[in-house]
C-alpha cells in the first residue's frame, strides 16, 4: 500500500468508524502527504473527520505531530477531540507545549475518559486554569488514571504534584467491570507508553556516554 493510499484511508477509517485507536506522531504534511493544497499545518481535513467519529477509543498524539502544529491548530485538535469522540476511553500527549485551557476543555467534555497521559511537555496558561482543571480532574465521573511523565509548568506559583494528586483515583471492582470492554485498549495504550519511555531511556544512556 502506498503512502499516499494509506493517508487517505486513515481518513476513511475515521469517517466510517472504523478505526479504535488513532496514533499520530509525523508532522502532518508526511501523515497526509500528496493531499491537494494542504499547509504543512492544515488538519482541516482531520477535524472534519473526528467530527464525524464514533468509534476511537484510544487517541496517542506526540512526537513532530503536536509539536509542529501551530498553537491555534493544536488548540483546535484538541478541543475537536474533547468535543466530538463520545467513545474515547485513552488519550496520551507528548513532546509539545500545551494549553491548559485546551486540556480542561478536554477533561471537562469527555465524559467517559478513563485515563490521561502526559509527558515530555510544558503546560501554559494561568493560574485560574490550573486551579481549574485540579478541580475538574477531582470530579470527573469516569477519570481512573491520570500521570504526568517529565512534564513542566511555565505558571509561576504553580507544581504538578497538585494535578497529580487532584487526578489520582482509586479504581474498584465495580469500575472495571464497567469498562471491562476497553481493557484491550488501554493495555495496548499501556504499551504504547511503556515504549515510549524505554525509547527515551535509551536515548538519554546514549547521550551520557557520548
Do not use: W
Not at 7 to 35: M, R, S, W
Not at 39 to 46: G, M, N, S
Not at 81 to 97: E, F, I, K, M
Amino acid at each position: 500500500m502506498n503512502e499516499n493510499h494509506h493517508d487517505h484511508f486513515l481518513l476513511q477509517q475515521i469517517e466510517c468508524n472504523t478505526l479504535p485507536i488513532l496514533e499520530l506522531t509525523k508532522e502532518v504534511e508526511e501523515i497526509f502527504a500528496g493531499t491537494d493544497d494542504l499547509r504543512y499545518d492544515d488538519i482541516t481535513i482531520l477535524l472534519q473527520a473526528l467530527s464525524r467519529n464514533d468509534s476511537i477509543r484510544c487517541v496517542r498524539f506526540e512526537g513532530d505531530f503536536l509539536d509542529c502544529l501551530h498553537p491555534l491548530r493544536r488548540s483546535d485538535l484538541l478541543r475537536a477531540v474533547g468535543s466530538y469522540l463520545p467513545s474515547l476511553r485513552h488519550l496520551g500527549l507528548g513532546d509539545s507545549p500545551v494549553m491548559l485551557a485546551d486540556l480542561l476543555h478536554l477533561v471537562t467534555k469527555s465524559k467517559s475518559l478513563r485515563s490521561l497521559h502526559l509527558h515530555d511537555s510544558v503546560l501554559q496558561g494561568s493560574v485560574e486554569e490550573f486551579r481549574a482543571l485540579q478541580e475538574a480532574l477531582k470530579t470527573h465521573p469516569s477519570i481512573q488514571e491520570f500521570e504526568i511523565h517529565e512534564c513542566t509548568s511555565s505558571i509561576p506559583g504553580t507544581n504538578l504534584e497538585a494535578l497529580r494528586n487532584a487526578g489520582k483515583r482509586k479504581s474498584s471492582t465495580r469500575s472495571y467491570q464497567q469498562g471491562s470492554t476497553s481493557l484491550p485498549y488501554q493495555q495496548r495504550f499501556v504499551s504504547l507508553l511503556n515504549r515510549k519511555r524505554f525509547d527515551m531511556a535509551k536515548r538519554r544512556d546514549f547521550d551520557t556516554k557520548i
